[in-house]
């Protein structure tokens, strides 16, 4: 008779990869970018039909270079501007496994709140060229740099998802979860969208 490990049902950490799609903050059209998700959960309760989960996740939109040049008086301006955006946000999740204890194999559907951040990390080279007032036919450059950060929006919103869990040893399990936001929008931004992602966890 073979007896089969029932699969691990402890407190459980663990991290995710996959790509978000989204519309593009700057131009038309959607993006599709890289996110990446810590998650810590609680342990599987009441048959283990049920667990929460607390997520921090990113993704990194892209950067966007502005350029400015003029001649203004007879002095050439050269202004040189970059917006590196990305959003930030955290998660929590109640999460349904309809087999419970009874499969080591373990789809789930599940919903929850996060709120999210939308952040430029900005940074600004400006130079004024012009000619010497003094020494005719000489020119001076003057440089200028500036650079800082900054929330164009943040927002509550809600979010429904599903997936699978595939056991990994006797503590590790291999994630595949779809998750979809709704309503992720503020200041004129919409990040609303699918995310697919895949990851291991560890549980205790």
Request: hydrophobic letters at 35%; charged letters at 20%.
């Amino acid at each position: 008779m073979t007896t089969i490990c029932p699969a691990a049902s402890g407190p459980g950490i663990g991290l995710k990869f996959g790509a978000q799609t989204l519309a593009a903050p700057v131009n038309s059209g959607t993006l599709t970018r890289a996110r990446v998700v810590l998650e810590v959960s609680t342990p599987l309760l009441w048959d283990e039909h049920v667990d929460f989960a607390f997520t921090v996740g990113g993704t990194y939109v892209g950067s966007y270079t502005e350029t400015y040049t003029d001649t203004v008086d007879g002095t050439y301006i050269d202004d040189l501007y970059t917006d590196r955006l990305s959003i930030f946000d955290i998660r929590i999740a109640a999460r349904l496994y309809p087999l419970g204890d009874s499969s080591r194999i373990r789809p789930y559907l599940g919903a929850g709140i996060g709120y999210f951040w939308f952040r430029d990390n900005w940074e600004n080279e400006y130079s004024d060229t012009f000619e010497d007032p003094y020494f005719p036919g000489a020119y001076q450059t003057l440089y200028d740099h500036a650079e800082g950060d900054a929330t164009l929006a943040h927002a509550p919103f809600p979010f429904a998802l599903a997936g699978i869990t595939l056991p990994l040893g006797s503590n590790g399990e291999i994630m595949f979860e779809f998750q979809y936001d709704f309503e992720k929008k503020d200041e004129g931004y919409d990040f609303s969208g699918p995310i697919y992602m895949f990851g291991a966890r560890f549980r205790f």
